[in-house]
């Protein structure tokens, strides 16, 4: 039973440029957050998907975009990069929006922005 | 607003020992959970524990137990017998209730745990 996985692992990009972050949930799952890990810190809330709408957003501004995909899939857009944006982002995934159930964390992407 | 508690940075224990790391938490919601997670170096975030705010019920799994006490706000968890496999660290998180324990999680800044041979 595949977990979920995140693509690319790592990416590098310049200040300004726009980055794609994807991820794929756990088999059987139909809800998707993402989150930011800084270096040293806990991770943060950027937003959750269920039914191909956003559900919840954290204290995120709009270059920060999303989309889920029929098959459950999601993606993150971050546009306008900024230095501050270096981080791991971590994809996590759960069943059954609603419920009482925990989230499951891929591997992440490390993104670093020069 | 929901608020994690981390107080301890960093622990070091020789392998064997028992080891707790502390947790408070602040939420205004009279339903929550709680959870903790494990980060090895791979960097992929794995569960271990969830708690609803309505069962304070301390339990063992294996090595590891938590202490969830609601009048003093803290959810403590520990590992009997540390491991070297158990070097990580160690992030306590809360959610509200409002969609159940799969909306946002509010993580703490995380504990480093290391355990030397």
Partial sequence: ?114 | AQKVTQAQTEISVVEKEDVTLDCVYETRDTTYYLFWYKQPPSGELVFLIRRNSFDEQNEISGRYSWNFQKSTSSFNFTITASQVVDSAVYFCALSESLTGANSKLTFGKGITLSVRP
């Fill in chain 1, 1 to 114: 039973d595949a977990g979920v996985t995140q693509s690319p692992t790592h990416l590098i990009k310049t200040r300004g440029q726009q980055v794609t972050l994807r991820c794929s949930p756990k088999s059987g799952h139909d809800t998707v957050s993402w989150y930011q890990q800084a270096l040293g810190q806990g991770p943060q809330f950027i937003f959750q998907y269920y039914e191909e709408e956003e559900r919840q957003r954290g204290n995120f501004p709009d270059r920060f975009s999303g989309h889920q995909f029929p098959n459950y899939s999601s993606e993150l857009n971050v546009n306008a990069l900024w230095l501050g944006d270096s981080a791991l982002y971590l994809c996590a995934s759960s069943p059954r929006w609603g419920s009482s159930y925990e989230q499951y964390f891929g591997p992440g992407t490390r993104l670093t922005v020069t």
